[in-house]
């Protein structure tokens, strides 16, 4: 069992639609983190948020748009996603100087 | 830049012989480094992490990783290894001023046979 939970586990998406990934957090962490992860791949970092202000972008497309809630909630909006898009998107929170705890992610494809 | 090497793309092992991963970092100072593993269709879960102090480090699983600073190394190793442990391992460093910018090496993937 993952202390971080996202939702959708999968998520099927045209080229045109509006969607949002969720992730949630109750461990009190202060930072929250979205990466992307193609097969065979390592985890690429896209966003970071600390303390709910968004404090790395990692030159992101604006067709990723983060939004942090409050301190337990990150989604993160999708509209007009490639076909390149698709991968496992995951979501990861800790303290200050600690690991990252990662969810199980959220398989995305793009038709 | 800070960088991270795992030579080894793909291990196969025998179930209960010894594993040892190979991690090798380069910054110029202490880093923090942590192991994680992913099964398939799995997110990233910690094995173990080296901050400071002793350099042989004890993780979940029966893993142990040993921090040696003379060859920019944290090699992961398990004494014998089970069906279960097939999965994707991640070499990770972050700078200790700044743990927001983790930086994964490629991924060893680990077979195990019976």
């Known amino acids: 069992d993952t202390e971080v939970t996202q939702t959708p586990k999968h998520l099927v998406m045209g080229m045109t639609n509006k969607k949002s990934l969720k992730c949630e957090q109750h461990?009190?962490?202060?930072?929250m983190y979205w990466y992307k992860q193609k097969a065979k791949k390592p985890p690429e970092l896209m966003f970071v948020?600390?303390?709910?202000?968004?404090?790395i972008n990692e030159s992101v497309p604006s067709r990723f748009s983060p939004e942090c809630p409050n301190s337990s909630l990150l989604n993160l909006h999708l509209h007009a996603l490639q076909p390149e898009d698709s991968a496992l998107y995951l979501c990861a929170s800790s303290h200050s100087n600690q690991p990252q705890h990662f969810g199980d992610g959220t398989r995305l494809s793009i038709l | 830049a800070q960088s991270v090497t795992q030579p080894d793309i793909h291990i196969t092992v025998s179930e209960g012989a010894s594993l040892e991963l190979r991690c090798n970092y380069s910054y110029g100072a202490t880093p923090y480094l942590f192991w994680y593993v992913q099964s398939p269709g799995q997110g990233l879960q910690l094995l173990l992490k080296?901050?400071?102090?002793?350099?042989l480090v004890q993780g979940i699983k029966g893993f142990e990783a040993e921090f040696k600073r003379s060859q920019s190394s944290f090699n992961l190793r398990k004494p014998s290894v089970h069906w279960s442990d097939a999965a994707e391992y991640f070499c990770?460093?972050?700078?200790?001023?700044?743990?927001?910018?983790?930086?994964f090496g490629t991924g060893t993937r680990l077979q195990v046979f019976p």
């Open positions: 461990m009190g962490h202060r930072a």
């Open positions: 080296y901050f400071s102090g002793d350099t």
């Open positions: 948020y600390s303390y709910e202000k968004l404090s």
């Open positions: 990770a460093v972050v700078r200790s001023y700044n743990t927001d910018k983790l930086i």
